[in-house]
């Protein structure tokens, strides 16, 4: 009959994570681009770029999408994650987000991550649960995830990851649904499917699944944003990863 892991197999367990964490080189900084197809009020298109940036220990993740040409976007909006690396992956410390719409004000907000509390983007602050990522974070900390506990990534696997959103922290749960080939401009590529478990509702958190490719340090080479089920883009990688030499 099974029962709870014994003391000596919850610190093998933990060691062998650090060991794991230990060994994990973060890559060096990298630019990904996708193309932009969705929906919003009809069909639209665009570019869209992640930013992964890395100097000692600390990092910054920017995700940037466009709607519309490149040189006059009809809507934009960034992404940042600005904080260090550590034993457990990422620690933010700051968040930022920017939206653009042709012909209104920008519109920004920002997060303030303290060792243990997050101060929201309408100045609320509440408990910093370990793990803590942000709307930019998270694709790097599951890149991370999956490449030190390879165990993750297998169907039927299931990821938590606390998720600091504009208006409050709420435990994600994510589920590995299993092996896709993706159809991308550079070809054929080998992706395990990752979707959380809430639902996009009208006036609800946006949510992301993505598809992550193993022969490309389990970064993401698709990922759908839904608002709602009419409101939703769909970001397809471009090109092989470009990134700084070592």
Do not use: C
Request: hydrophobic letters at 45%.
């Amino acid at each position: 009959m099974a029962g709870a892991a014994s003391a000596a197999e919850m610190a093998a367990a933990a060691g062998a994570a650090a060991s794991a964490s230990a060994a994990f080189e973060w890559p060096p900084s990298t630019r990904l681009d996708y193309l932009l197809t969705g929906n919003y009020r009809g069909p639209v298109e665009g570019q869209a770029r992640v930013d992964w940036l890395m100097r000692g220990s600390r990092y910054q993740v920017h995700l940037e999408l466009s709607v519309g040409p490149p040189f006059a976007p009809l809507v934009s909006r960034r992404l940042s994650s600005d904080g260090e690396v550590g034993a457990a992956g990422l620690v933010p410390l700051r968040y930022e987000e920017e939206t653009r719409v042709a012909f209104q004000q920008p519109r920004s907000l920002h997060m303030a991550f303290e060792p243990d509390r997050v101060r929201l983007a309408n100045g609320r602050e509440v408990p910093r649960p370990p793990g803590v990522q942000d709307s930019a974070s998270q694709f790097v900390q599951m890149t991370w995830l999956f490449t030190t506990r390879a165990g993750l990534l297998a169907a039927g696997a299931r990821v938590e990851i606390p998720l600091a959103l504009p208006r409050a922290v709420d435990l994600w749960v994510y589920d590995v649904l299993g092996a896709e080939t993706l159809y991308t401009p550079m070809g054929e590529v080998a992706t395990m499917h990752v979707k959380p478990r809430r639902e996009a509702r009208p006036g609800g958190d946006l949510t992301a699944e993505f598809w992550v490719a193993p022969t490309l340090q389990y970064l993401p080479v698709r990922i759908v944003i839904r608002q709602d089920a009419d409101t939703w883009v769909d970001l397809m990688i471009q090109r092989l990863p470009r990134q700084a030499q070592r």
